[in-house]
């Protein structure tokens, strides 16, 4: 092959690509701001999972502009080899060329090096979106008489998957999303959670310090303490029920065992039930999402 043939093709096809990816970006940008806004966003709720889907939205978008490019960037190069497109650099030293087509290569390394970060990571948020989704599904069923479900809180330590207010009280339930091996089991060890066999573990710290902030926000809002219960959620994976007086195991299928994990303490007066509920609609509503994102 040519290299003054080769080089000047994959200049004409770099160069329309940069444009087209501009372009295509540019638009995603414009149909973002247009239709970002939500006709009743105050009456409208975060989803389960919610902060997941969106993370999987814009990583999917971002793959599919980099499968478009290069789909682009390997038209015009045949279009372009096919048509000579190296009389437009007539004249230009070799070298140059040269140059070019290692840049070339080294930048394509950079796109797929990109491109592989972001379909792994595409695949976790994936899981990590079923995993909410299943759990978030199941917490809808049993808090049907039981008490007000709510997705994606956000604590000053961090988020919590879902919690459920109720009378009989305030259940924080996080997901840990692992993809399962045949005969799995998971088991609460203080705090690390351990997924057998072989599958390592991972530390709940974070989790129960979501929990805590929670409830310091609850004492502030009613002026006297609010036990917050704390469930870990590991769908897919078997689950002997474990519970401490600081967090209750579960998996999908015994999620309703919290219906009983309760004592008179966790009992809540009405007018604080309907305080923590116009505290969380107020949190989770999509103007409120929509607010924090602006600033």
Not at 82 to 96: K, S
């Amino acid at each position: 092959m040519d290299i003054q043939s080769f080089s000047g093709a994959a200049t004409v096809a770099l160069a329309s690509t940069i444009v087209f990816v501009l372009i295509t970006i540019s638009w995603q940008i414009i149909a973002r701001s247009v239709g970002s806004s939500h006709s009743f966003a105050d009456s409208i709720m975060h989803e389960a999972a919610q902060r997941f889907r969106d993370e999987f939205d814009r990583l999917s978008s971002n793959q599919s502009n980099y499968f478009s490019a290069g789909l682009v960037f390997l038209v015009l190069f045949a279009a372009a080899y096919t048509l000579n497109a190296e009389r437009l650099f007539d004249g230009y030293p070799v070298w140059q060329l040269n140059i070019f087509l290692f840049a070339l290569v080294a930048v394509a390394l950079i796109i797929s090096v990109d491109l592989v970060r972001t379909v792994l990571a595409r695949r976790q948020i994936k899981l990590l979106r079923d995993a909410n989704i299943a759990i978030g599904h199941q917490v809808q069923k049993i808090a049907a008489g039981f008490g007000r479900v709510y997705h994606d809180v956000e604590t000053s330590s961090g988020i919590i998957d879902h919690i459920i207010v109720g009378q009989s009280g305030v259940f924080a339930v996080n997901v840990f999303a692992r993809r399962q091996s045949k005969n799995g089991e998971a088991v609460l060890d203080g705090n690390s959670l351990t997924f057998t066999p072989g599958k390592g573990s991972v530390s709940i710290v974070t989790m129960a310090a979501n929990t805590a902030a929670l409830e310091r926000e609850f004492r502030r809002l009613l002026d006297h303490r609010v036990r917050v219960r704390s469930v870990i959620a590991v769908p897919g994976w078997k689950v002997n029920v474990q519970s401490s007086e600081e967090h209750l195991l579960v998996n999908a299928r015994n999620l309703p065992m919290i219906r009983g994990w309760k004592d008179q303490t966790d009992y809540l007066m009405n007018e604080d039930v309907d305080a923590l509920h116009e505290m969380l609609t107020s949190r989770c509503s999509l103007r409120t999402a929509a607010t924090k994102t602006a600033d």
